[in-house]
């Protein structure tokens, strides 16, 4: 019932800026938690950031702490990830996720995913 696209990802070098973007087509945005997971070449799926459905409460794993910011515009019903002083590491598929509460988010225990967007971090 909810469709997730993100867009945004790309080549980039270490230490440079990116944003990642996830639209949800979807009436009830407001409902859900939403999150970011990566999954690294040759490793599993791990939870990156997720925002609650006021985006008053956020989190993140500890890696990406202090360089990443996740928010929300309800507007535009699209969930944002400023990706800053990126690190060769965080070269990832990036999937947008929509669940319930942030704690059901962060175990990847989502309603919704979106399909992925490629973001490469040269050295």
């Known amino acids: 019932q909810v469709q997730l696209e993100e867009s945004g990802g790309g080549l980039v070098q270490a230490g440079e800026s990116l944003r990642l973007s996830c639209a949800a087509a979807?009436?009830?945005?407001?409902?859900?938690?939403m999150g970011w997971f990566r999954q690294a070449p040759g490793k599993e799926r791990e939870f990156v950031a997720a925002?609650?459905?006021?985006?008053?409460?956020?989190d993140y794993t500890a890696s990406v702490k202090g360089r990443f910011t996740v928010s929300r515009d309800s507007a535009k019903k699209t969930v944002y990830l400023q990706m800053s002083s990126l690190k060769p590491d965080d070269t990832a598929v990036y999937y947008c996720?929509?669940?319930?509460?942030?704690?059901?988010?962060?175990?990847?225990?989502?309603?919704?995913w979106g399909k992925g967007t490629l973001v490469t971090v040269s050295s």
């Open positions: 996720a929509a669940g319930p509460r942030i704690e059901d988010v962060r175990a990847g225990e989502v309603d919704y």
């Open positions: 979807t009436r009830t945005f407001n409902w859900f938690t």
């Open positions: 925002i609650g459905r006021t985006g008053g409460i956020t």
